[in-house]
């Protein structure tokens, strides 16, 4: 008897991994001797994770997370509020 396969993720579910694995390689190349990442190339890459969350919570109503999306929103803005204040 051969065990039950794991349901694969979806298309959105691994785009939006991906987004998020950029964005950890991107905060981790400064501890590793790299160069600093754009504020607004991260800002830029949460904003379209969080368009995916969007588009995921359409079609599976118990992916509704609006506190995960309140954070992702207050951590855009703390981006781009730190990117006007740089000199």
């Known amino acids: 008897m051969t065990p039950p396969e794991r349901p694969r993720p979806d298309a959105l579910t691994i785009v939006s991994f991906a987004l998020l694995a950029v964005v ?4 981790l190349l400064p501890l590793l001797g790299g160069p600093l ?3 607004y190339l991260v800002a830029l890459l949460l904003v379209a994770r969080l368009g995916v969350q969007f ?3 359409r079609r599976d109503p118990a ?3 609006p506190a995960s ?3 992702d929103l207050i951590l855009i ?3 781009f509020y730190s990117a006007s204040n740089r000199s």
């Open 69 to 71: 999306w309140a954070l």
């Open 77 to 79: 803005g703390l981006l």
């Open 63 to 65: 992916l509704r997370r």
């Open 24 to 27: 950890a390689v991107l905060l």
């Open 37 to 39: 990442p754009s504020p």
């Open 55 to 57: 588009l995921r919570a």
